[in-house]
């Protein structure tokens, strides 16, 4: 068992930026696949960012590369998403999870999820 708490959501402007946090406790952390996905209202939970157990395999959605970018430091049992250049279509309530291999973008493949952090972007 993992949980995952996530934390550093807010309002932003257009163009603003934003850095998301998730704690893990439980297990060891750096066993686990982790992702970033975010549901905005009236939306299917969609994929953002994914980053390996050493961080040797990052993808993210082609909507946010070049602006939103995903670490973990093992050490601190924690993965973030920097989020930059944010637009009205990033407005999402994101969670973090938790998955062991194989890597997936799937929601429905991670076994642990964080409760959610609201960011909301303005235009």
């Known amino acids: 068992q993992v949980q995952l708490v996530e934390s550093g959501g807010g309002l932003v402007q257009a163009g603003g930026s934003l850095r998301l946090s998730c704690v893990a406790s439980g297990r060891t952390f750096s066993s686990y696949l982790m992702g970033w996905f975010r549901q905005a209202p009236g939306k299917e939970r969609e994929f953002v960012a994914f980053?390996?157990?050493?961080?040797?395999?990052?993808v993210n959605r082609d909507s946010v590369k070049g602006r939103f970018i995903i670490s973990r430091d093992n050490a601190k049992n924690t993965v973030y998403l920097q989020m930059n250049t944010l637009t009205p279509e990033d407005t999402a309530v994101y969670s973090c999870?938790?998955?062991?291999?194989?890597?997936?973008?799937?929601?429905?493949?991670?076994?642990?999820w964080g409760q959610g952090t609201q960011v909301t972007v303005s235009s």
């Open positions: 980053i390996g157990r050493n961080a040797g395999n990052i």
């Open positions: 999870a938790a998955d062991a291999p194989p890597y997936s973008e799937s929601y429905l493949n991670y076994d642990f």
